[in-house]
């Protein structure tokens, strides 16, 4: 399909230019013209969001929106006017999960031939994607990305009252738009942006072209949006960006990351959680402050990607694994406690049997609590993308075997050091297979099954293990000490 006057479709060549541009701020109210309110009453939705908790966060603001426009959300794919798949662009298995999806609902319209088929986040952001959509998806008639969510009453407009295929995909990132509407899908534990964008590049790596270059939102922006979900009664919070480590350095705001800890600690939220920290830039004050802070939970996502110092050169990590390994201690040292998880690469191009060695070599030497284990997948546009790779699938598969197994193992491992123990738990509500066991969160972020005495969803009660397994915990609740 040829493109359309109107259309905004994603450019991979912008999406890799970084602009010394300063980001606008917009504090604007936001608010649905009165024209186009009427637009979603009657009408439901369907959302389902694949990825990252970015994406998860930026589904409760898709979904505030529409719910100011009138919609209700439906969990059933078949009664719904609207679906929209928020998207994953980070390997090729996530798309393709979303292609099939689409494929195979193409069928619902038979049936509803009003019903809008919508996709966004990350694959909306990629050329080939939405080339691929105008060519065998014709179904989806709105595409937007991630830049632009607050264009969405106006692209629905398009879309159901003016009957046109709409998309609007910007490559270059915009202004940080403050005040929009969220649903927020937890009652007791919120997302909050801290920032957007990555600056990092890894080689590998397609974020920083579908999420566009680091931009940080003020901490009396962040700090009020706390004091709110303090104030309605939220127990945790997880500050989210790419990386939180370089929080602030685009405002130039004096002590960085470390200094949002402290006053995020200071709102006496009972559990304050951070994700992506890189190694590279996580400094010694940012362990002071998670040491000093009770409510700051003892628990650090550190990807390591490789346990090889020359892939993570070419990785584009920017710190050897002898440096990964001093951090490691580092934090250990002040912060005994400190439960870790990972995220690890394997088969990144020409990776040999010793330098897959080597990964499984941090691994025994951390004992991660938890890793997410990945094959390498090329993404279009990275530089890792053009690099001759000499590693056949199959040897792939068995290196990502060889390290579950001892990912699993070091799981188990960690976990039987809670037997008997008495843990703080962050109650989630019911366990999903058995009603009367309810479920929840040590401070070191492991999954509890419990049997309860009188605990609510929200509540923070103790528990005293008595079974550990590789992924979980089994316990009884017992009264405060
Ligand atoms: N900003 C986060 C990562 C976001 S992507 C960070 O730097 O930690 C989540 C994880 O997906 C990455 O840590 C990496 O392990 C994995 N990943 C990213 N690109 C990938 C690719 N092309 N192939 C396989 N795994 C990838
Ligand atoms: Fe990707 Fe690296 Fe940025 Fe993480 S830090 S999002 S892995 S480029
Ligand atoms: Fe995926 Fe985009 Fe997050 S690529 S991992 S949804 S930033």
Redesign the pocket.
């Known amino acids: 399909m040829k493109k359309q006057p109107g259309w905004a479709l994603p450019d991979l060549k912008a999406a890799q230019v970084r602009t010394t541009q300063t980001v606008n701020i917009s504090h604007e109210q936001f608010a649905i013209p009165s024209e186009w309110h009427h637009l979603g009453i009657g009408k439901r939705f369907y959302l389902r969001t694949y990825g990252?908790q970015a994406n998860e966060r930026d589904g409760e603001t898709l979904a505030g929106i529409l719910e100011l426009m009138g919609f209700t959300q439906s969990d059933d794919m078949e009664q719904s006017d609207l679906i929209l798949l928020n998207t994953c662009a980070?390997?090729k298995n996530a798309e393709e999960k979303v292609l099939g999806e689409l494929g195979s609902l193409k069928r619902l319209r038979k049936q509803n031939p009003n019903l809008i088929f919508g996709m966004c986040g990350c694959m909306a952001q990629e050329e080939d994607i939405v080339q691929l959509l105008l060519e065998k998806y014709p179904h989806v008639e709105l595409i937007f990305g991630t830049h632009n969510l607050h264009h969405l009453p106006k692209l629905l407009h398009q879309v159901m009252e003016k009957h046109e295929k709409t998309i609007e995909v910007f490559s270059k990132e915009g202004d940080i738009v403050e005040n929009l509407p969220a649903k927020r899908f937890g009652t007791h534990k919120a997302w909050v942006n801290i920032m957007y964008g990555?600056d990092?590049f890894?080689t590998?790596?397609?974020?920083p072209y579908t999420r566009g270059k680091e931009r940080s939102r003020t901490m009396e922006d962040i700090i009020d949006e706390l004091n709110t979900l303090k104030a309605q009664g939220y127990k945790e919070v997880t500050l989210l960006g790419?990386?939180v480590n370089s929080y602030g350095k685009d405002l130039h705001i004096e002590g960085g990351f470390a200094k949002l800890l402290t006053e995020t600690a200071k709102t006496g939220i009972p559990r304050i959680r951070f994700t992506?920290s890189?190694p590279w830039d996580f400094t010694q004050d940012m362990i002071d402050v998670i040491a000093k802070y009770d409510n700051i939970m003892p628990f650090i996502?550190l990807?390591v990607?490789s346990g090889d110092s020359d892939i993570l050169k070419i990785m584009g990590r920017r710190y050897t694994i002898e440096q990964y390994k001093n951090l490691f201690d580092a934090i250990k040292t002040k912060i005994p406690n400190c439960a870790f998880s990972t995220?690890?690469?394997v088969g990144f191009p020409n990776e040999t049997q010793t330098q897959f060695q080597h990964t499984l070599d941090i691994v025994d030497y951390c004992r991660f609590d938890n890793a997410?284990t990945?094959?390498?997948?090329?993404?279009e546009g990275?530089p890792?993308a053009n690099m001759q790779d000499n590693v056949d699938f199959q040897t792939k598969q068995e290196r990502l075997a060889q390290l579950n197994e001892k990912v699993n193992h070091y799981a188990w491992e960690n976990n039987q050091k809670y037997k008997d123990a008495i843990v703080s738990v962050l109650v989630d509500g019911p366990s999903k297979k058995n009603p009367n066991i309810y479920c929840g969160y040590t401070e070191t972020n492991k999954l509890v099954n419990f049997e309860r005495m009188d605990a609510k969803c929200g509540d923070i009660i103790q528990v005293k293990i008595v079974a550990c397994k590789t992924w979980s915990l089994d316990g009884i609740q017992v009264k405060e000490k």
């Open positions: 990252c980070v390997r990555c990092k890894c590998y790596c397609i974020v790419q990386n992506t890189h996502h990807p990607q995220d690890i690469i997410y990945f094959i390498y997948s090329p993404r990275t890792a």
